[in-house]
T-cell receptor, first 110, second 116 residues
Framework: AQSVSQHNHHVILSEAASLELGCNYS??????LFWYVQYPGQHLQLLLK??????LVKGIKGFEAEFIKSKFSFNLRKPSVQWSDTAEYFC????????FGSGTRLSIRP | ETGVTQTPRHLVMGMTNKKSLKCEQH?????MYWYKQSAKKPLELMFV???????ENNSVPSRFSPECPNSSHLFLHLHTLQPEDSALYLC???????????????FGQGTRLTVV
């Protein structure tokens, strides 16, 4: 069965620190992968997506993610976080249907 | 503003009540979805509609009954719910089913449901 795993449930960083949030998926075949962000009190919005081509995907607000097929991973990165990045981050993947991970809450200390 | 509007934003209902959640999208999308978001759990896909036809029911109990009268509107009818059904219910839409031709989902802000 397809699944998407996010192993970090809560990450706390200081401003300007670098960020990497882990995401692993467990299905083969064609993969479509997404990262969504949910700011406090707001709707889920797409940060970036991977369908094919360059495995390094750049998204909005300085975020990027790298698809590593051999590791079944699609980790989200940002070189320098800001207080405004405080939010919940969801990885999602689609084989036959879209599946979301359990989310990672990111807290940034000003 | 994502173009996906959900009403009401908050709902408190008793276990014997009947209520409905409404979702409306103004994006011209063909697919609509209901998700359940509970604390510390993955977002759970409940139902998928594509061109008004239900294409997926993810083993959802019959006390949740979806309705899609047209491609722009999606309802979730609720009756005899349990306290464990309390959660944030999210509606989403996409041009085609997610994953087709690079399609992603656009989400509404959700309805916070509390069952007492």
């Amino acid at each position: 069965a397809q699944s998407v795993s996010q192993h970090n449930h809560h990450v706390i960083l200081s401003e300007a620190a670098s960020l990497e949030l882990g995401c692993n998926y467990s299905y083969g075949g064609t993969v479509n992968l997404f990262w969504y962000v949910q700011y406090p009190g707001q709707h889920l919005q797409l940060l970036l997506k991977y369908f094919s081509g360059d495995p390094l995907v750049k998204g909005i607000k300085g975020f990027e993610a790298e698809f590593i097929k051999s590791k079944f991973s699609f980790n989200l990165r940002k070189p320098s976080v800001q207080w405004s990045d405080t939010a919940e981050y969801f990885c999602a993947g689609r084989a036959s249907k879209i599946i979301f991970g359990s989310g990672t809450r990111l807290s940034i200390r000003p | 503003e994502t173009g996906v509007t959900q009403t009401p934003r908050h709902l408190v209902m008793g276990m014997t009540n009947k209520k409905s959640l409404k979702c409306e999208q103004h994006l011209g999308h063909n697919a609509m979805y209901w998700y359940k978001q509970s604390a510390k759990k993955p977002l759970e896909l409940m139902f998928v509609y594509n061109f008004k036809e239900q294409t997926e029911n993810n083993s959802v109990p019959s006390r949740f009954s979806p309705e899609c009268p047209n491609s722009s509107h999606l309802f979730l009818h609720l009756h005899t719910l349990q306290p464990e059904d309390s959660a944030l219910y999210l509606c989403a839409s996409s041009q085609d089913e997610v994953g087709v031709s690079g399609t992603e989902a656009f989400f509404g802000q959700g309805t916070r449901l509390t069952v007492v």
